[in-house]
């Protein structure tokens, strides 16, 4: 390793925010990078350990110690080319990955764990400015065509690698830009459009072809693919969103997480949003669901000039340290406090929404909520619920944000007319390992496949799939799994 008592010498930094009241006004990134000193600093905590943890931590299998050993010793080049031989896209996780890297970090057992997460990013955005990355087309191209339906991570991961493989790649993508998730489903100020925007470029310079405002089983015709392409890979996501039928859920001003998301995404882009608008500027908002998108959701209505935010999650509160229950090296639930909570919220576990109140006129104006408290079985997993007597009570709200996860992709259109069956839980049923479904040259990636999951996943899904893909047209394939040699 780089230096083999950088771990006892170094603590672990956070690159600096910009404060809170300033990040508020405006919807662009606020992280600040890290001086050079920092990094190379914080990639000596690696540790010489003998088995990384980190790297079955990783759903992508990044070759974590190589890469730190490259920056500490400042090869930039060398340390961006063995991250992305098995990332094809850090600049992405190295923003908005939760990191499961870190939660198996070796050196996490008693001490804070490694910044992968920002080397990471740092690695990618060096290579960018000292101009290492550039459009590789193949060599050779193999005469096989294949379709990509979605252009989110999964699909663009897939495409990537299918072209790299010699493959010509079609993307096509609903939405009126390429990106899914990370162009209308994550806000600005966690990952700034122009980022994605920088890798769509490059992968149409190396022959890759998007074709957006089409929405394949609805404006493209599914037989013309069938006809024209010798695979197609499924990668459109996981769409439909987890309701909360009760009484008066048709009240105005009740609307899911992600069409609020994806109306300011729109706005900071300056396109026109479809519908009545969604702000929440001057209401009480209430965000129903504690992850990522509930954070996102806060985040977007404190910039939009939210009266109060509050955010319900029906489940208790996590521990703010690992239990016996959530071991190292596995990814720990644990509270979690975003950048979004830091700039204002008040955050409330074990609470169930009973009612939506309306007014005269239909529109929101409270939530009749209830707390709750739970039977916990001996290894800490919640069971059952009670109401808590007493604790019912109304709490004035114009705006509820519904950001409880997604069931399953959209089954209207493409899978319907395709015929391709589904697990038991409405997803897209093609097997680990295999990707193939019942019709052999369509495959399935990402959330379409394993249901909602991390950008990560997503990645580490198209990367593999595109894999098995290249297996079915070639019969084997030039492209490495994660568990395959990384790089030369």
């Known amino acids: 390793m780089g230096k083999v008592t950088g771990f006892l010498e170094y603590e672990r930094t956070a690159p600096v925010k910009e404060d809170a009241k300033e990040r508020l006004k405006h919807y662009n990134e606020f992280v600040q990078n890290f001086e050079l000193e920092q990094v190379n600093r914080e990639a000596a905590r690696c540790m010489d350990c003998g088995v990384p943890f980190c790297q079955s931590g990783c759903p992508l299998g990044n070759v974590i110690p190589e890469f730190n050993e490259a920056v500490y010793k400042g090869d930039w080049q060398l340390a961006s080319t063995i991250l992305l031989s098995t990332n094809n896209f850090p ?5 908005i990955c939760p990191a499961p890297c870190e939660s198996a970090c070796v050196l996490g057992i008693n001490k804070s764990p490694v910044s992968i997460e920002e080397i990471e990013k740092h690695i990618i955005e060096i290579a960018f400015n000292k101009g290492y990355i550039k459009a590789e087309q193949p060599l050779i191209r193999t005469g096989k065509k294949v379709a990509v339906i979605g252009s989110g991570p999964a699909g663009m991961a897939a495409a990537a690698q299918l072209n790299k493989a010699g493959h010509e790649v079609v993307v096509y993508e609903r939405d009126d830009t390429p990106g899914g998730l990370l162009n209308y ?10 980022v994605v925007s920088r890798r769509i470029a490059l992968m149409e310079k190396e022959g890759i072809v998007f074709k957006c405002n089409s929405n394949v089983g609805v404006n493209v015709e599914l037989n013309t693919l069938l006809r024209e392409y010798q695979s197609i890979v499924l990668a459109g996501g996981s769409t439909i969103p987890r309701d909360l039928n009760i009484t008066g859920r048709e009240a105005k001003g009740v609307h899911y997480a992600m069409d609020f998301l994806k109306q300011q995404n729109k706005r900071v882009r300056n396109i026109s949003v479809d519908g009545d608008a ?25 910039r939009q000039g939210a009266k109060s935010v509050m955010q319900f999650e029906i489940m208790p509160m996590p521990s703010q340290h690992r239990t016996s229950n959530m071991p190292w090296p596995t ?52 069971l059952n619920f009670k109401e808590k007597a007493g604790t019912e009570r109304d709490l004035p709200c114009q705006l509820v944000l519904l950001a409880m996860g997604f069931l399953h992709p959209q089954k209207e259109g493409l899978i319907e007319k395709l015929g391709v069956e589904l697990d038991s839980r409405g997803n897209v049923k093609a097997e680990e390992g295999k990707y193939q479904t019942n019709i052999a040259k369509i495959f399935a990636a990402g959330d379409m496949r394993r249901g909602q999951s991390l950008v990560v996943w997503a990645i580490s899904e198209g990367r593999e799939a595109a894999r098995k893909v290249d297996e079915y047209l070639m019969g084997h394939s030039s492209l490495s799994s994660k568990d395959g040699i990384p790089y030369a």
């Not at 600049?91 to 923003?95: A, D, I, L, S, V």
């Not at 489903?185 to 122009?194: H, N, S, T, Y």
């Not at 001057?282 to 992850?291: A, L, Q």
């Not at 929404?353 to 997993?381: C, M, P, Q, Y």
């Open 91 to 95: 600049e992405f996780t190295g923003r």
């Open 278 to 302: 969604i702000l929440a500027t001057g209401k009480d908002v209430i965000v129903i669901g504690g992850g990522d998108t509930g954070s996102d959701c806060i985040g977007t209505s404190n």
């Open 185 to 194: 489903g994550i806000p600005d100020f966690k990952l700034q459009k122009d």
């Open 331 to 382: 990814f720990p639930m644990l509270l979690k406090v975003t950048s979004s909570h830091e700039e204002g919220c008040e955050r409330a576990w074990g609470v169930n929404t009973k009612e939506f109140i309306k007014d005269e006129n239909g529109n929101l104006k409270a939530l009749k909520v209830v707390d709750v408290e739970w039977e916990i079985d001996a290894t800490g997993r919640p």
